[in-house]
C-alpha cells in the first residue's frame, strides 16, 4: 500500500526565504509522485510532478521538487517566497495507472 | 467554462435530509472521484468510478452512495445528512494513466446543521 507523510502541517516563511515543503512516501513500486497547491476557496492545482522521467522536476510559479529514491522523498522547494505562494500544499504518490493516496497538507504562511 | 464543474459551491442543509452533489467535466477522462477534504486530515476519498458501469467504494464512503450517470457526470449522494459530513468535497477526474495527474473542481462546502 501507498501512503504520504508531509512533515510540518504549518511553514512560515519570510518573503524573499527559501520556502521548503517536505513530503516522504512508501510504495511497493515505482511511484508517480504529484505536488498540488490549493489557495483559499479554490479546488486544488498541479504544480509538478514526477513521472519516471528527470528526478529534478520543475513547476509552475517558480516551484520545482527532486525525487530521491534512496531517502522515499519527494521535497518541494522555492528559491525565494513570494506572498501569492502563500496556500495549502499537498504532496500526493500514485502507483502508475492506480488511486492517488494524499498527504495531510502543508499550510505555508509568507510573512512580508 | 471549467474542466470540472462542481454544484452547488455551498449548501446548508438539515440533519436528516437527503442532498445529492453533482460534477460533470469536458475533459474526456475514464475515471471520476469524490474526496472530502477536512482540516488536519487531508484528502480522503469516498468514491471512485474508472468507468460508466465501475463503482468502487473509497476509504470513508460509509453514509454516502454514488451515482455514474455518464462518462461525465458523477453525483454523490448523502443519504441523511448528519453534522459530521460537515465538510469540503471534491471531485476529481484522471485519464486512465494517471500520467497527468488529476483535474479537480472547485468543491463543493457543504454544512449540515
Known amino acids: 500500500a501507498q501512503s504520504v507523510t508531509q512533515l510540518g502541517s504549518h511553514v512560515s516563511v519570510s518573503e524573499g526565504a527559501l520556502v521548503l515543503l517536505r513530503c516522504n512516501y512508501s510504495?511497493?513500486?515505482?511511484?508517480?509522485l504529484f505536488w498540488y497547491v490549493q489557495y483559499p476557496n479554490q479546488g486544488l492545482q498541479l504544480l509538478l510532478k514526477?513521472?519516471?522521467?528527470?528526478?529534478l522536476v520543475k513547476g509552475i510559479n517558480g516551484f520545482e521538487a527532486e525525487f530521491k529514491k534512496s531517502e522515499t522523498s519527494f521535497h518541494l522547494t522555492k528559491p525565494s517566497a513570494h506572498m501569492s505562494d502563500a496556500a495549502e500544499y499537498f504532496c500526493?504518490?500514485?502507483?502508475?495507472?492506480?488511486?492517488?493516496?494524499f498527504g495531510t497538507g502543508t499550510s505555508l504562511t509568507v510573512i512580508p | 467554462d471549467a474542466d470540472v464543474t462542481q454544484t452547488p459551491r455551498n449548501r446548508i442543509t438539515k440533519t436528516g435530509k437527503r442532498i445529492m452533489l453533482e460534477c460533470s467535466q469536458t475533459?474526456?477522462?475514464?475515471?471520476m472521484y469524490w474526496y472530502r477534504q477536512d482540516p488536519g486530515l487531508g484528502l480522503r476519498l469516498i468514491y471512485y468510478s474508472f468507468d460508466v458501469k465501475d463503482i468502487n467504494k473509497g476509504e470513508i464512503s460509509d453514509g454516502y452512495s454514488v451515482s455514474r450517470q455518464a462518462q461525465a457526470k458523477f453525483s454523490l449522494s448523502l443519504e441523511s445528512a448528519i453534522p459530521n459530513q460537515t465538510a469540503l468535497y471534491f471531485c476529481?477526474?484522471?485519464?486512465?494513466?494517471?500520467?497527468?495527474?488529476?483535474?479537480f473542481g472547485s468543491g463543493t462546502r457543504l454544512t449540515v446543521v
Open positions: 514526477y513521472t519516471s522521467a528527470a528526478t
Open positions: 475533459k474526456g477522462h475514464d475515471r
Open positions: 476529481a477526474t484522471s485519464d486512465s494513466t494517471v500520467l497527468y495527474g488529476y483535474t
Open positions: 510504495s511497493s513500486v515505482p511511484p508517480y
Open positions: 500526493a504518490v500514485s502507483d502508475p495507472g492506480n488511486q492517488f493516496y
